[in-house]
């Protein structure tokens, strides 16, 4: 989604501000636009499509300025088009806003300004800002943004400059993040911290209702009545490398091959084999709570969500603890029953995820016990959540999530055996689920070893328009991810099922033209999963099986077999993603796409 980068020292802005959307542009945009002062005087470049387009409109008239703030666009209210990139002029020119978030009330607002004479040139929403703070701007530039932000009703994370205030920029927070990189005579900010990891690691994440004035040697923090607020300067852990695409083609495969370093990543220093139990130093102050709880809800949104059907089957079988897993996007507009008994786990990789933040809120507002399951140190989710455990993935940069998802079924796995082992759970289980997941990375490596022949299938299967995924117990919300994995970088229309559920209503699809990828590991419910691939086989069907190492019999029955090695069922899903992924990604490079930014997609989805 939106980006925000803004600058304020000695280096060339123009370039330090290019080079940090160039960092976000992962996130997803359509347009990006940039403002720098010179001379007292605001100027402001803008360009539709990639950055390449504003770094050509830039280059040859760059002006070596010393402050500067930038933007990604990603289309919400208008088209992607110059007039409506950021960032947004007020009518003399002198300020300069780009903001992230949603200003609900801008309707209103727009028609109050145009009636006291402001001229508006975008179809935006985020305009209204950069004529509401020059209304009210006489001498004191903070004041009249604080001013402006008491009258906007929605969500925003902005930076504005003033063209005869060149010492300082201003920034503010309600719903959309941002954070300050604090440096030596330069100061950043950005609404993510992979804009500024190249410059600094030390960062001051702003809370809601905060507004900060930076200049190129310090920061202040208040709040929207000038109220200074305490703040705390926290270290990035992730290093620019990390965020780097490190010899491969693409992030997302490099973010696949990452996966068996993530798996140490995320359980190190967590296992304690010879108790049979973990250790998550995020839950220890809420341990006693947990003991205690009776029913868990696991709250997210796309993959997020796929891994928490994962966790409820695990919590349940080995914890034996009532979970039910909600799209954090409707959870908020139901009536949800909860109470101190109730534990809600919120699970994100980005931890800025709008509806997954907005659905924790209400939890918390229910008086529930609030869980995060986060990927980014620091983010809001993070923060906001009683206590939590952070998946140690390192920075995920595709927009297909990948390792996040592999570490998110860790994460949950551990969690089930500390809630397990406070209840029924024997020591020998515990043991027995560690030592399986000290095996994984091994396992996992050797799936990658093997990419080439999944490459060779992805080529086979590259121009089918339709694909159908089926899965059953722990691999049915893989079948869910498989085929989100495919649709949202392929764009080929694929569907995750139940595979007990197809033979109501979807088997009707099925033909020749139609393969069906049914993930069938030698599990509790292989023979089951085998009756519904043999009524697909009846129809003509085209068959993909992903099955257990050994099994043979899968040859005789499909039209292509991918393996992968044994493991326990509840951890078959950490295994059995990685062809699923492998399989989209190479789809996706054989029908000359976007990989790591598909079409109308952005990273982190930061509005409703
Ligand atoms: O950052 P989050 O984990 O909260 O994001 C949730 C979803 O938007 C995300 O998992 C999305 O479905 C992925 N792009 C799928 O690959």
Redesign the pocket.
Known sequence: MCGIVGYLGEKNAENTLLEGLKRLEYRGYDSAGIAIIKNGKVTSRKAVGKIVNLEKKINGKNMDAGIGISHTRWATHGKPTEENAHPHLSCDGNIAVVHNGIIENYQALREELKKKGHKFVSETDSEVLAHLIEEFYKNDFKRAVCEALKLVEGTYGIAVIAGDKPQEIIVARKGSPLVLGIGENENFVASDVAAILGYTKQVVYLNDGEIAKITKNNFEITDLDEKKIDSEISEIEWSLEESQKGGHDHFMLKEIMEQPKVIVDSTRGRLMPDEGTVRLGGLEAVEEKLRKIERIIIL??????YAGLVGEYMMEEYAEIPVEVEF?SEFRYRKPILDERTAVIA???????AD?LAAIREAKRKGALTLGIV??VGST?ARETDAGVYNHAGPEIA????K??TS?LIVLTLMTVLLGRQRKMSEVTGRRIIEEIEKLPKKIEKILGAKDDIKKLAKKYADYPNFMYLGRKYCFPLAEEGA??LK?ISYIHSEGFAAGEMKHGSIALIDEDFPVFAIAPKDSVYEKNISNIEEIRARMGKIIILTTEGNKEAEKIADDVIYIPKTLEMLTPILGVVPLQLFAYYISCFRGLDVDKPRN?A???TVE
């Open positions: 997210a949104c796309g993959t997020a969500r954090a699970i994100s990789q980005s931890g800025e995820t997954t990927n980014v989710i927009v297909a999530s990948t996040a998802f998110q989100l994995k949202e997609l990273k982190s989805v």
